[in-house]
């Protein structure tokens, strides 16, 4: 087992005062925080509770929403590698009913860059059933001025229900059964789930954290907060674990893809497929790889659901809705992940993720 020296919290200041402010503000009741550099972590921490009366611990499973949806691209990446699929192929040809209403030249690259125009069709209600969800979206018609891949507009869940039915169709399997099979294990990451079942939601019991609107006196989220939100599947969305796992994922993809992928797949995933394209759901030019948003600062503004002001042209990860930010730095060989369970309204979220991962920069001399 290799042990990492771990420096004294004292070391991350900046960032833990942004933290312990947020619990004392009620923008969350706790978070999780994970940072490496070159494969040592700096620090492995959990503040507040992960719910009321609960103390928040670095081995608390914390929803990621958003943040996970880099699991789902790369579950995709690896049919690429297995010749079973293309990153252009279209998904008519795996999913034949998806092709009415104009969508016949959506490929799964358009999926992947967020340019496929399903936007429209987010969020999709989680009461409906997964063949249900696939109906309206197979029967959705584009906008007759929407061309894929010409324009972009971030798709939270839509897109990502596509390409779970095309992991299912092409791979035999539920994304979540292909990502326990192919990839958790590869990257560390023994409690990472997208959904589990009942018995790990009994096992799971009070190691599992709440999410809260903390928009204004901080309430439970019915949904996620039930044994219904833990064991349903929302690929893209849905995926828990304790935030250092995710650290873990990109410490796997700093160091080349490991035996999760090959090293020419890492940097197509996470290189600009597409760039300088006005986002219309962010309203900001975002860059994209294949299922990675690229730091996109730019004319002096942070991009929304970014990484830091200080953070390379090189950056990639993902976010996840009012919680939640993971990233990989190429440029400095840093890796950084934090969970925070209070969603205050994006105003609000947006000052807390640029502070957080601003302060980061800053404590370790990287402004």
């Not at 105003?347 to 957080?356: D, F, L, P, S, V």
Request: glycine content about 10%; charged content about 20%; proline content about 4%.
């Amino acid at each position: 087992m290799i042990h990492f020296r771990v420096p004294e919290l004292g070391n991350f200041h900046r960032s833990i005062e942004v933290i312990k402010t947020g619990i004392r503000e009620r923008l969350h009741l706790g978070a999780q925080l994970y940072v490496s550099r070159a494969g040592e972590v700096l620090i492995d921490s959990a503040f507040g509770e992960a719910r009321e009366g609960v103390p928040m611990t670095p081995e608390t499973i914390t929803l990621w929403f958003s943040a996970g949806k880099p699991l789902t691209a790369v579950a995709i990446a690896q049919l690429v590698e297995r010749g079973l699929i293309q990153w252009n192929t279209r998904v008519g040809e795996i999913i034949p009913e998806f092709t009415s209403g104009g969508k016949e030249n959506i490929t799964l690259a358009h999926l992947l860059t967020h340019t496929a125009g399903l936007h429209a069709l987010d969020p999709i209600d989680s009461a409906l059933s997964w063949e249900e969800k696939l109906e309206r979206i197979n029967e959705f018609a584009l906008p007759l001025d929407w061309v894929p891949g010409e324009r972009a507009a971030y798709s939270s869940t839509a897109g990502w229900y596509v390409l779970g039915e095309v992991m299912e169709r092409v791979g035999g399997e539920s994304l979540d059964r292909v990502l326990r099979s192919q990839s958790f294990g590869k990257c560390g990451m023994a409690n990472t789930r997208l959904c589990l079942d009942e018995a790990e939601v009994l096992k799971v019991g009070e190691h599992g954290a709440f999410m809260y609107d903390t928009s204004a006196v901080p309430k439970p989220l019915d949904f996620w907060n039930s044994k219904v939100g833990f064991t349903t599947l929302v690929p893209g969305g849905s995926a828990r674990g304790p935030v250092r796992e995710l650290g873990k994922f990109y410490e796997t993809l700093l160091r080349g893809g490991d035996a999760l992928l090959n090293p020419e797949t890492v940097r197509a995933m996470t290189s600009r497929q597409r760039a300088e394209v006005f986002d219309e759901t962010f309203q900001f030019k975002t860059d994209t790889g294949y299922g990675f948003i690229l730091n996109s600062n730019r004319d002096g503004l942070q991009m929304p659901y970014g990484y830091g002001r200080a953070a390379s042209r090189e950056t990639f990860g993902h976010s996840g809705n009012q919680s939640s930010c993971a990233f990989a730095d190429l440029a400095r060989q840093l890796v950084v992940a934090w969970a925070c369970n209070g969603m205050p309204g994006e105003r609000k979220h947006q000052q807390r993720q640029r502070a957080i991962n601003n302060a980061i920069y800053s404590d370790l001399g990287l402004a």
